[in-house]
């Protein structure tokens, strides 16, 4: 099949309360190398319980996904190794407070790829430099803004040098202001290549730099397509409503 | 004139009873042989509470945070599997439960009962074939403080955010790693003070020793006492070095935490 395929997820459920609850209720999609894939959908519909489970942050009751061929569902799988080369990106940041951002930045690499100090501070400082904060390397994270922060948080993740990158909402904790500086860096990763899986309420930027975009709704994906098909052509009624009610 | 006099009789009377109670025969030795014993079982307990107190909070910690997930999932999907993997992950899970069950038990009990009943339980019965009193103390008292301590600290692990438990996994760093790196260091920070205090308490508590015979600087102020009939010397003695020892451990507790405000966050 499609040697591009990086993560295939087939049938996932996600249930909570012996099934009273179903987050995720079936969800089957595949998303290939360099690709960018935005999930929206309506609060409550299931989005962060999907991105969640791509890296085990949430465990599945049901389905498989395969990431790079392996089916990271089975017992057999090293968690850890996994999420090394998926990264993610939170809605608040979470960067450790007690660490300086050249720490933050440097501990993963170099505890867990075992890179030298002086490499993983030059490939830090290259990252920093990328995202325009290479002088606040020795900063703490209670001295930046939130759109640093958050960009921050990005390189943090890509120190790792990670296959795909996860974002859970990265700009909806941030004020209005700051928002187009950390989709700005998005925007960037993407031109680069990076896959992403971003989960937004951003539609312009799901529009622009988006290569496909997943509508979920009650724990399903209702409708799945290109940017165009989904924002210009919706024939599904509750994403017309759910279009509607965001643009 | 009078007045004069009285005051002198006073001062008098009050060098007589100094020397009574602290010169004569040595006495003060009671003192200060007592506040070596009270020095050395505050010390020794709290090392002991200490290391009990962490040893207990991450059991109960990481029970509540990944145990009772793991109980379910293995309750739910996996009794039935009876491969090697399973069965050793289920052993695994119901250790953890069992090692959290004792150290709740070990919490109601130590923090429902007085701690000189325990000190006295500990020396006439759990170790009444042995006679270093000193010992016993170090145990009961390190013993009583390492639940009040485990308390300390796993309130300290839960008041970290949990997106910085996430952000450590999903970096991938297991959980011990993200323990040991992103949780314990911010953990430690916020209840410093609160275990340089839990030091201050048990420095106090350590005044019913002399409940088992155990000469500490209370049972050594209790001895004059009874040796010369005048109690208010040996007494308020004691009960000053106590107060001294207790406002320098506080004035460094408080230099602690504005040390700590004033660093980084
Ligand atoms: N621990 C839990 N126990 C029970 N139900 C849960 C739990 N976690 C999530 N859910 C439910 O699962 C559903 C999906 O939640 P999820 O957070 O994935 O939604 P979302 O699409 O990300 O919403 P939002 O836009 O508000 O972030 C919701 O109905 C939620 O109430
Ligand atoms: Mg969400």
Redesign the pocket.
């Known amino acids: 099949m499609n040697d591009n395929v990086l993560i295939r997820v087939n049938d996932l459920k ?1 249930h ?2 012996n099934g009273a ?1 179903k ?1 995720l209720d079936g969800i089957s999609t595949t998303i290939s190398k360099g690709e960018v894939v935005v999930v929206i ?10 991105l ?1 489970s791509l890296n085990l942050l949430e465990k599945p009751t049901g389905g498989t996904i395969e990431f790079e061929g392996q089916d990271i569902t089975s017992s057999k799988t090293d968690i850890n190794k996994l999420r090394m080369k998926m990264g993610m990106v939170f809605q608040h940041f979470n960067l450790f407070p007690h660490l300086s951002i050249l720490e933050n930045m440097t501990i993963a690499p170099r505890k867990l790829l075992k890179m030298s100090k002086a490499d993983a501070e030059a490939e830090a400082k290259r990252l920093l430099d990328k995202v325009a904060l290479g002088d606040r390397a020795n900063a703490y994270p209670s001295q930046l803004s939130g759109g640093q922060k958050q960009r921050i948080a990005i390189v943090r993740a890509l120190c790792m040098k990670p296959d795909v990158l996860l974002f ?2 990265p700009t909806s904790a941030l004020d209005p202001e700051m928002v187009g500086e950390v989709l700005d860096v998005m925007k960037d990763l993407a031109r680069d290549g990076m896959t992403m899986v971003v ?1 937004t309420h951003e539609m312009g930027f799901a529009k622009e730099v988006g290569t496909r975009v997943i509508f ?1 709704d009650g ?1 399903q994906i209702i409708e799945e397509g290109t940017p165009d098909e989904i924002f210009d052509n919706p024939s599904n009624e509750r994403l017309r409503t759910f279009l509607a009610k965001v643009l | 004139m009078y007045l004069y006099l009285s005051i002198e009789d006073w001062l008098r009377s009050l060098k007589d009873q100094f020397y009574l109670n602290f010169i004569d025969d040595d006495r003060y030795m009671y003192i200060v042989k007592g506040l070596g014993v009270t020095l050395e079982v505050t010390f020794f307990a709290v090392l002991l509470g200490i290391a009990l107190g962490i040893l207990v909070a991450i059991i109960r910690s990481t029970y509540d945070k990944i145990g009772k997930e793991a109980l379910d999932d293995w309750k739910n999907y996996s009794r039935g599997n009876k491969s090697l993997r399973n069965i050793w992950k289920g052993f695994l899970t119901w250790s953890l439960w069992f090692w959290d069950q004792i150290c709740r038990l070990y919490l109601t009990v130590i923090r429902g009962t007085p701690v000189v009943i325990q000190l006295m339980i500990a020396y006439f019965i759990i170790f009444a074939s042995s006679n270093n009193k000193v010992l016993i103390a170090i145990l009961a008292f390190g013993i009583n403080s390492g639940a009040y301590v485990a308390e300390i600290v796993r309130s300290g692990i839960m008041s970290i955010d949990n997106g910085q438990f996430e952000a450590g996994r999903s970096l991938g760093f297991n959980y011990i790693q993200t323990m040991a790196y992103i949780i314990i260091p911010q953990a430690f920070k916020n209840i410093l003070p609160a275990l340089a205090n839990e030091f201050i308490v048990l420095i106090k508590e350590t005044s019913v020793s002399g409940y088992v015979g155990l000469q500490d600087m209370t049972k050594g102020g209790d001895i004059i006492r009874s040796r010369t009939y005048s109690a208010f010397m040996p007494l308020i003695a004691v009960a000053a070095i106590y107060l001294i020892i207790v406002m320098f451990f506080s004035k460094l507790v408080t230099m602690l935490e504005r040390r700590l405000r004033n660093s980084e966050r």
Not at chain 1, 41 to 50: A, I
């Open positions: 996600k909570y309360n609850i987050a959908g309506p609060s409550g519909s299931g989005k962060s319980t999907f969640r859970d909402e989960v979920m724990g």
